[in-house]
């Protein structure tokens, strides 16, 4: 389970890419970069918050956008279960599925919990976050 960043090139980069000369490959100037900025293994409760409220219920392994509002409504139900576990069957539940390991509220529910905290303030920690674009994706 992934987050991805992805965020434009400059036309600077591209003219300094350019300026090396690499022959053959000017057709190949890339226009974006992508990079992973979050990773989750077996989290099942945050893989299944994402096909509900990102992917529309569509669990398909493809590529989907995330919006800075979503991230933080994330992060927000993450805090709140956290302190009330109680909230979890309705914020964050537990998704069956292939491969998704333990379904129990314990420790390892919360330590995905707060690896996703930990990844979405790292995100919002940086002052050019909304220059880039999220993406959620989930192999299989």
């Known amino acids: 389970m992934y987050l991805e960043a992805?965020?434009?090139v400059s036309q600077?980069?591209?003219?300094?890419i350019r300026d090396i000369k690499l022959k053959g490959l000017e057709k190949y100037m890339p226009t974006s970069i992508t990079f992973e900025i979050g990773y989750w293994r077996k989290a099942n409760a945050i893989h299944g918050w994402f096909v509900k409220n990102v992917q529309?219920?569509?669990?398909?392994?493809d590529r989907y956008y995330v919006?800075?509002?979503?991230?933080?409504?994330?992060?927000?139900n993450c805090k709140t279960v956290l302190s009330d576990i109680s909230k979890a069957n309705d914020l964050i539940p537990t998704t069956r599925g292939l491969f998704f390991g333990n379904y129990e509220y314990d420790e390892h529910y919360k330590d995905d919990l707060n690896?996703?905290?930990?990844?979405?303030?790292?995100?919002?920690?940086?002052?050019?976050?909304?220059?880039w674009s999220l993406y959620y994706s989930s192999s299989w």
């Open 6 to 8: 992805t965020t434009s």
């Open 115 to 131: 690896k996703t905290i930990y990844i979405i303030d790292k995100i919002f920690e940086n002052p050019d976050h909304d220059m």
């Open 67 to 76: 919006s800075s509002e979503k991230l933080q409504e994330l992060y927000d």
């Open 56 to 61: 529309k219920g569509v669990d398909d392994c």
């Open 12 to 16: 600077e980069v591209i003219e300094l």
